[in-house]
Each structure stands twice: as structure tokens, then as C-alpha cells.
């Protein structure tokens, strides 16, 4: 073959082994950053960031002087196809500072946001009322609610709907509005770093990880089928939140107001399960009161979700995982709470950051985010280029299959979790129901916040409509509305943690669709026999080895083949039979309860309640 293709592959060694070196580098200075969000390390990380830079512009330059197209080993193609998408290192010095200083600077805005208490809030009320304007400092002392653990659970306890307004808007002024500006130029940025990659703006560069042409078109029929689970259990919870908050606040053929659903974001519906739930009296499936009073840890949760992934034959965490992971909020100092699991680059080196609260969500996160981290170890002998997920929604998609089985009743009793199931069809209503407020309530948000960014990156929303475009798409896919009334002064897209950390999203959306094609595939592979929902497959060492066989491609080979790998042959394509088969009696039981009122909703300005 070619003697270029011979020098590639030379050249292909040396840069990996380079690669992983500055990446550990980089890494180490992120990290030390989001676990100490000071000025200093904010300096480190700009100034280490450029140096990669210039490390991915030197790869970039010796990578496409090589006829890489023409080589026959695909692998190598592969590796050279990844190498010739440069990514942001493709600015002009001074353009990637300034990039990387707004995205910081961003960072730091949404991580240490606090509010006031509402008390306080109604004390300030009060005392203008006198004209007393001097407002005593101790006010501002007492600001120090912040997102994690603070406001997440005054959001899952209160049910006073002025309090939750209160909070709602209170974090919307101290996060998204702060950064509107700042945003607007990181998009500017971003699309300049995009064009010299060759593609029209960076949404069309974030979708290039999907590697398919028909990809939005793929996503929109997948909505339209699962459009009518969200609309059924969105016309049963609306009607549970009338009956508790009274139909004057919430109109039977409206949207939701967002603040009412016991998530800052309305992006999952759990916190309202306890009273809206279809067979009240049962055991709660949520086990967090058990959680605590078994005085469970941090670390305890940890070691049962470590125990699960071992329970299947796959790898455990290695030592510098338990030795320098961040698994509880710091008291002594700021960090990015908002969970993540790093990979070092370096084969040894991997650590989870999460600020963890002793509930069953954060429970259900940590495996999601030991997710991550089996999948970095499962693809660690890969080149550097290969360590990444055979698609993104892949690496959001492991820790969520395991987390379907831990969530069954039969596995939260076999940990003693839970100390009786109600092991009936009115029980089987009761689960199913809490895991589609985890699961089908997120669908059109899991949608919506890429489609909302794509709509920016590609100008066809404009700077001056950003929010008033982003309450269209709320309304339109979510079926929710904003408490107070919301103008182009705010930013509310920026009050969600992805938007300021510029983490894409729609692999959530895709995520949660083919990890119900995952389950199945690993329930067969299992043995299981029975409802898809009541599959746990702990203990499976079949199961284990599909899953690693998956995982170990790392994105060697496009994802088209690891889901053909996953499923036996059936399909290499997104899926949602298998989603619906698992809510299938839950639908079924929804669609009865709702058949003599209005599904789906209407309003005439998506900026307000009506
Ligand atoms: O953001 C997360 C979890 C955080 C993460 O693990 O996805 C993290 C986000 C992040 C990305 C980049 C920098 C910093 C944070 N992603 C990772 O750690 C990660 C690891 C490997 C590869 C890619 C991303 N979940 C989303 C979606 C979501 C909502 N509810 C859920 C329940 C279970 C799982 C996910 C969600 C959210 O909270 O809105
Ligand atoms: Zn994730």
C-alpha cells in the first residue's frame, strides 16, 4: 500500500501517546478548577487550555498533509477523519482566549449563584412597606441558598405555590439573567470556530457526532411517536396539580405552570410523585427516607452502584477513583456542583465530582455517572481518538440501563431498600408511574434545549428573541408556562447548568430512548422472562459481557454497529418500540383515566401563565 499510509500510521502512534500526555495535563487543570473555582486556578486553566491548543493545531497541521482519504485500513481512515476536525483550536489566538475567559467566567456565574430565603424575601416585603429602605446587611448574609442541595429541595418539599414562584424566579435572576451578554458573544465565537471547520455553524459541527445525515429527521419521528405518552401523563399530573392547587392557578386545557412540578427546570417530574401518584397508601417507591435513616453515605452509595456494575463481570473502579473523586459538596470552598465523570487521559487516573445529597435521585446519578466511568475503563486500551462513546447518547445511556434495574421494587428490597412490595397490577401502576416522571416527563426537554441552541447557532432565532423563542419551544413540546411574566431583560435558557457549560444535549433525549433498546437487549441476554419493567439484571454475567462487548468499541466503529452488536442483528438504528413496550400498561391505565377530558393544551402568550 501507499508509503503514506505507512508514514500515517508511524505518525498515528507518536501523536497518541503525545495526546495522552497533554490531555492529562488539561484535564488536571479543569479539574483542579471545578473543584476550586478560584481566580488563580481560573488563570491555570486558561493558560494550560491555550497550550493544548496550540498541541491540537501542530496534530492538525501534520495530520492533513497526509492523503488520509485514500488509505485502505478503515481504522486508520477513522483515526485520521477524527484528526482532521480541529474543533476550536482552529481560532486565532486572541479569539480563543477570549472564548474560553466567557466560558469560565460563565461557569463561575451559574456554579456560585445563590438566593435569599423566601422568609427573608417576605421581611424585605414588608419593611419598604414602612419606607425603611436601609436594608440591613444581614440580608445579604443570609443570601447563601444555593442550587445544590438548597433550592433542589425546597423545590421536592414546598407545595406554596407563591414560595416556589419566589425561588423559581430568584434563581433565574441570579443565574441566567447575569449571563445573556456574555452568552451572546460566546455564540458569535463559537460559530467563527465552527466556519473554520468547515461547517455552517456549531450546531451542524455538534451533530457531526451522530454521523448520520437523516439524524434530525430521525429525531423528529421519534418525538412524534412518543408524543402521546408525554401528552397522557401530562393531562393526568395537570389534573392532579388542579385538584391540590386549585383550578383558578392551572387551566384544564392550559400548560403547566413550570414551577409546580418539583424540578427547577420542570425537566423531570418526580418531586411530585408522592401526591399525584395513581394508588396512594402503597409503600413509597421513593426510598429516601430509608436512605437516611440507615444514616447511608455518599461513599455507601457509591459502593452499591460499584457493586452492581461488579455483579455483572464488569470492571470495578481502580484506586485513584476512590482516592481523589469529589463525592460530597465541599464546606471550605466553591466548586461547579453539577455532577460529571472525568477520564485523566492516562489509563489509571479517573474521578466523579458530584455534590452528593442522601436521596434516591442522587442515587439514580451516581449511576449515571459510574456510567461514565465503565465506559472509560471498558475502552481505555483504544487509541486516545477512540475513547470517546460510539455516540454521545451511548455514554449518557450505561449508567441508566443499570439504574432501570436498581430501580425495580424486587432490587430495592433484595439491598433493603425497601422493606415490602406491592406485588400487584395496582402497584405495578404505582411503579411504572414513578419511573415515566423520571423518564417520559423528560422527553420533550431531553428535545427541546438542542433545538432551541441549533435554532440560535444557526441565526434562525435571533439574539434579540432568545427568550421569547425558548418559552415558544417550552410551550409547544413541554406543555409548561413561566409563573411571572418573562421578557428579552431575562435569559432562561442560561439558568440550566448546560447552557453556561456548554454541554450539548440532545444526546439526553437520545439517551433515553436507546436505553430502553438497551435494556431489552440486556434482559434477553439475561434470561429475563415477563413485562420489560419488571426486568432486574443483577448478577448477569451474559448481560455483562453484551454490554462490555458494546462498550469496548469506544467509538472505533460508527454507532450504527454497536446498537446491530447490542440488539443481536435487529437494528442499527434509534428505536422507541422498546420505550413504549416498558410503559405499555401505564399507558394504557392513563389513557383510561383521561378519556373523558382534553389532552394537550393551548395558550395565547407562552410568555406568562395564562
Ligand atoms: O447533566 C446531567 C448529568 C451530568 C453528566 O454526567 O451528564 C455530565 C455533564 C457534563 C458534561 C461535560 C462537562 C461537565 C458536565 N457529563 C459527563 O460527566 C460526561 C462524561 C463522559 C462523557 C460525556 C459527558 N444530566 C442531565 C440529564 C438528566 C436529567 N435527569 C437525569 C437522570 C439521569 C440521567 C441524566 C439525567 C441533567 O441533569 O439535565
Ligand atoms: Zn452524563
Same mark, same amino acid.
Given at each position: 500500500?501507499?508509503?503514506?499510509?505507512?508514514?500515517?500510521?508511524?505518525?498515528?502512534?507518536?501523536?497518541?501517546?503525545?495526546?495522552?500526555?497533554?490531555?492529562?495535563?488539561?484535564? $488536571?487543570?479543569?479539574?483542579?478548577?471545578?473543584?476550586?473555582?478560584?481566580?488563580?486556578?481560573?488563570?491555570?486553566?486558561?493558560?494550560?487550555?491555550?497550550?493544548?491548543?496550540?498541541?491540537?493545531?501542530?496534530?492538525?497541521?501534520?495530520?492533513?498533509?497526509?492523503?488520509?482519504?485514500?488509505?485502505?485500513?478503515?481504522?486508520?481512515?477513522?483515526?485520521?477523519?477524527?484528526? @482532521?476536525?480541529?474543533?476550536?483550536?482552529?481560532?486565532?489566538?486572541?479569539?480563543?482566549?477570549?472564548?474560553?475567559?466567557?466560558?469560565?467566567?460563565?461557569?463561575?456565574?451559574?456554579?456560585?449563584?445563590?438566593?435569599?430565603?423566601? @422568609?427573608?424575601?417576605?421581611?424585605?416585603?414588608?419593611?419598604?412597606?414602612?419606607?425603611?429602605?436601609?436594608?440591613?446587611?444581614?440580608?445579604?448574609?443570609?443570601?447563601?441558598?444555593?442550587?445544590?442541595?438548597?433550592?433542589?429541595?425546597?423545590?421536592?418539599?414546598?407545595?406554596?405555590?407563591?414560595?416556589?414562584?419566589?425561588?423559581?424566579?430568584?434563581?433565574?435572576?441570579? @443565574?441566567?439573567? !447575569?449571563?445573556?451578554?456574555?452568552?451572546?458573544?460566546?455564540?458569535?465565537?463559537?460559530?467563527?470556530?465552527?466556519?473554520?471547520?468547515?461547517?455552517?455553524?456549531?450546531?451542524?459541527?455538534?451533530?457531526?457526532?451522530?454521523?448520520?445525515?437523516?439524524?434530525?429527521?430521525?429525531?423528529?419521528?421519534?418525538?412524534?411517536?412518543?408524543?402521546?405518552?408525554?401528552?397522557?401523563?401530562?393531562?393526568?399530573?395537570?389534573?392532579?396539580?388542579?385538584?391540590?392547587?386549585?383550578?383558578?392557578?392551572?387551566?384544564?386545557?392550559?400548560?403547566?405552570?413550570?414551577?409546580?412540578?418539583?424540578?427547577?427546570?420542570?425537566?423531570?417530574?418526580?418531586?411530585?410523585?408522592?401526591?399525584?401518584?395513581?394508588?396512594?397508601?402503597?409503600?413509597?417507591?421513593?426510598?429516601?427516607?430509608?436512605?437516611?435513616?440507615?444514616?447511608?453515605?455518599?461513599?455507601?452509595?457509591?459502593?452499591?452502584?460499584?457493586?452492581?456494575?461488579?455483579?455483572?463481570?464488569?470492571?470495578?473502579?481502580?484506586?485513584?477513583?476512590?482516592?481523589?473523586?469529589?463525592?460530597?459538596?465541599?464546606?471550605?470552598?466553591?466548586?461547579?456542583?453539577?455532577?460529571?465523570?472525568?477520564?485523566?487521559?492516562?489509563?489509571?487516573?479517573?474521578?466523579?465530582?458530584?455534590?452528593?445529597?442522601?436521596?434516591?435521585?442522587?442515587?439514580?446519578?451516581?449511576?449515571?455517572?459510574?456510567?461514565?466511568?465503565?465506559?472509560?475503563?471498558?475502552?481505555?486500551?483504544?487509541?486516545?481518538?477512540?475513547?470517546?462513546?460510539?455516540?454521545?447518547?451511548?455514554?449518557?445511556?450505561?449508567?441508566?440501563?443499570?439504574?432501570?434495574?436498581?430501580?425495580?421494587?424486587?432490587?430495592?428490597?433484595?439491598?433493603?431498600?425497601?422493606?415490602?412490595?406491592?406485588?400487584?397490577?395496582?402497584?405495578?401502576?404505582?411503579?411504572?408511574?414513578?419511573?415515566?416522571?423520571?423518564?417520559?416527563?423528560?422527553?420533550?426537554?431531553?428535545?427541546?434545549?438542542?433545538?432551541?441552541?441549533?435554532?440560535?447557532?444557526?441565526?434562525?432565532?435571533?439574539?434579540?428573541?432568545?427568550?421569547?423563542?425558548?418559552?415558544?419551544?417550552?410551550?409547544?413540546?413541554?406543555?409548561?408556562?413561566?409563573?411571572?411574566?418573562?421578557?428579552?431583560?431575562?435569559?432562561?435558557?442560561?439558568?440550566?447548568?448546560?447552557?453556561?457549560?456548554?454541554?450539548?444535549?440532545?444526546?439526553?433525549?437520545?439517551?433515553?430512548?436507546?436505553?430502553?433498546?438497551?435494556?431489552?437487549?440486556?434482559?434477553?441476554?439475561?434470561?429475563?422472562?415477563?413485562?420489560?419493567?419488571?426486568?432486574?439484571?443483577?448478577?448477569?454475567?451474559?448481560?455483562?459481557?453484551?454490554?462490555?462487548?458494546?462498550?469496548?468499541?469506544?467509538?472505533?466503529?460508527?454507532?450504527?454497529?454497536?446498537?446491530?452488536?447490542?440488539?443481536?442483528?435487529?437494528?442499527?438504528?434509534?428505536?422507541?418500540?422498546?420505550?413504549?413496550?416498558?410503559?405499555?400498561?401505564?399507558?394504557?391505565?392513563? !389513557?383510561?383515566?383521561?378519556?373523558?377530558?382534553? $389532552?394537550?393544551?393551548?395558550?395565547?402568550?407562552?410568555?406568562?401563565?395564562?
Amino acid at each position: 500500500d501507499n508509503p503514506d499510509e505507512a508514514e500515517g500510521f508511524e505518525f498515528l502512534q507518536t501523536y497518541d501517546k503525545r495526546a495522552s500526555q497533554e490531555c492529562y495535563l488539561s484535564v $488536571l487543570s479543569n479539574w483542579a478548577y471545578a473543584t476550586n473555582l478560584t481566580e488563580e486556578n481560573k488563570q491555570n486553566l486558561l493558560e494550560r487550555s491555550l497550550v493544548y491548543a496550540e498541541f491540537q493545531k501542530e496534530a492538525w497541521k501534520n495530520a492533513t498533509s497526509f492523503a488520509w482519504k485514500q488509505f485502505k485500513n478503515p481504522s486508520t481512515r477513522r483515526l485520521f477523519k477524527f484528526l @482532521s476536525i480541529l474543533g476550536t483550536a482552529a481560532l486565532p489566538t486572541e479569539k480563543l482566549k477570549e472564548l474560553n475567559e466567557i466560558s469560565a467566567s460563565m461557569e463561575d456565574t451559574y456554579s456560585t449563584s445563590k438566593i435569599c430565603p423566601y @422568609s427573608l424575601q417576605v421581611v424585605i416585603t414588608d419593611e419598604s412597606e414602612n419606607l425603611d429602605d436601609d436594608k440591613s446587611s444581614s440580608e445579604e448574609e443570609n443570601c447563601t441558598l444555593s442550587l445544590e442541595p438548597d433550592i433542589t429541595r425546597i423545590l421536592k418539599k414546598s407545595q406554596n405555590y407563591d414560595e416556589l414562584a419566589y425561588v423559581w424566579k430568584a434563581w433565574r435572576d441570579s @443565574s441566567g439573567k !447575569k449571563i445573556r451578554k456574555r452568552y451572546e458573544r460566546f455564540v458569535e465565537l463559537s460559530n467563527d470556530a465552527a466556519r473554520l471547520n468547515g461547517f455552517a455553524d456549531m450546531g451542524e459541527m455538534w451533530r457531526e457526532s451522530y454521523e448520520s445525515d437523516t439524524f434530525l429527521e430521525d429525531l423528529e419521528n421519534l418525538w412524534k411517536q412518543l408524543l402521546p405518552l408525554y401528552e397522557n401523563l401530562h393531562a393526568y399530573v395537570r389534573r392532579k396539580l388542579i385538584s391540590k392547587y386549585g383550578n383558578d392557578k392551572i387551566r384544564p386545557d392550559g400548560p403547566i405552570p413550570a414551577h409546580l412540578l418539583g424540578n427547577m427546570w420542570a425537566q423531570d417530574w418526580a418531586g411530585v410523585q408522592e401526591f399525584t401518584e395513581p394508588y396512594p397508601g402503597k409503600p413509597s417507591l421513593d426510598v429516601t427516607p430509608q436512605m437516611v435513616e440507615q444514616n447511608m453515605t455518599a461513599l455507601d452509595m457509591f459502593n452499591i452502584s460499584e457493586e452492581f456494575f461488579s455483579s455483572l463481570g464488569l470492571k470495578e473502579m481502580p484506586p485513584p477513583f476512590w482516592e481523589h473523586s469529589v463525592i460530597e459538596k465541599p464546606t471550605d470552598r466553591e466548586i461547579v456542583c453539577h455532577a460529571s465523570a472525568w477520564d485523566f487521559c492516562n489509563g489509571k487516573d479517573y474521578r466523579i465530582k458530584q455534590c452528593t445529597d442522601i436521596t434516591m435521585q442522587d442515587l439514580i446519578t451516581v449511576h449515571h455517572e459510574m456510567g461514565h466511568i465503565e465506559y472509560y475503563l471498558q475502552y481505555a486500551d483504544q487509541p486516545s481518538l477512540f475513547r470517546e462513546g460510539a455516540n454521545p447518547g451511548f455514554h449518557e445511556a450505561v449508567g441508566d440501563v443499570l439504574a432501570l434495574s436498581v430501580s425495580t421494587p424486587k432490587h430495592l428490597k433484595a439491598i433493603s431498600l425497601l422493606n415490602e412490595i406491592a406485588d400487584d397490577p395496582e402497584g405495578d401502576i404505582n411503579y411504572l408511574y414513578s419511573i415515566a416522571l423520571d423518564k417520559i416527563s423528560f422527553l420533550p426537554f431531553g428535545y427541546l434545549m438542542d433545538l432551541w441552541r441549533w435554532g440560535i447557532f444557526s441565526g434562525n432565532t435571533s439574539v434579540e428573541e432568545m427568550n421569547t423563542k425558548w418559552w415558544e419551544l417550552r410551550l409547544k413540546y413541554q406543555g409548561v408556562c413561566p409563573p411571572v411574566k418573562r421578557t428579552e431583560e431575562d435569559f432562561d435558557p442560561g439558568a440550566k447548568y448546560h447552557i453556561p457549560g456548554n454541554t450539548p444535549y440532545i444526546r439526553y433525549f437520545v439517551s433515553f430512548v436507546i436505553q430502553f433498546q438497551f435494556h431489552k437487549a440486556l434482559c434477553e441476554a439475561a434470561g429475563h422472562e415477563g413485562p420489560l419493567y419488571k426486568c432486574d439484571i443483577y448478577q448477569s454475567k451474559e448481560a455483562g459481557k453484551l454490554l462490555s462487548q458494546v462498550l469496548q468499541l469506544g467509538s472505533s466503529k460508527p454507532w450504527t454497529e454497536a446498537m446491530k452488536i447490542m440488539t443481536g442483528g435487529k437494528t442499527n438504528k434509534m428505536d422507541a418500540a422498546p420505550i413504549i413496550e416498558y410503559f405499555d400498561p401505564l399507558i394504557q391505565w392513563l !389513557k383510561e383515566q383521561n378519556k373523558n377530558y382534553t $389532552l394537550g393544551w393551548t395558550s395565547n402568550d407562552p410568555t406568562i401563565c395564562p
